[in-house]
C-alpha cells in the first residue's frame, strides 16, 4: 500500500516541471553575414580552431576579418549567437544549441 501512496505523491508532485522553468529571449534570423565587428565578437567566443568553421579557409582572426570582406559568401552557416552571454555554436549542432538556450536562464 506504501508503495501506491508514494505513486500517487509522486503523480501529484510537479515541481521537477516547475523548476524547468523557460527564459525569454529574443531571436533573430538574418541571412546577411555578419558586420566586421559583430565577427570578431563570435571569434572571440570561440576556440581559434573554429575560426576556419565561420570563415572558409580563414586560420587566424586577422584571417578571417580580411576574408569576409574580400568575399562575404565565405562566412559559413549557420552560427547561432548568444549575444548577451557571449557564447555561439558552429553548424547545426542541435544538441549543442539546445544546451545554449537550456542554459539561458542560469547565470
Known sequence: ????????????????QTRLERSEFQL?????????DQLESIIQYLEPSKIP???KGARTQVDAM???????ESFQRPV?????HGRAVTGDNESEILKMIEGLGKK
Not at 80 to 84: F, K, L, N, R, S
Open 53 to 55: 568553421m565561420i570563415v
Open 80 to 84: 547561432t549567437v548568444d549575444w548577451e
Open 28 to 36: 533573430d534570423v538574418t541571412e546577411e553575414p555578419p558586420t566586421p
Open 1 to 16: 500500500m506504501s508503495g501506491t501512496t508514494a505513486t500517487e505523491d509522486q503523480a501529484s508532485d510537479h515541481s521537477a
Open 66 to 72: 580580411k576574408k569576409l570582406k574580400e568575399d562575404p
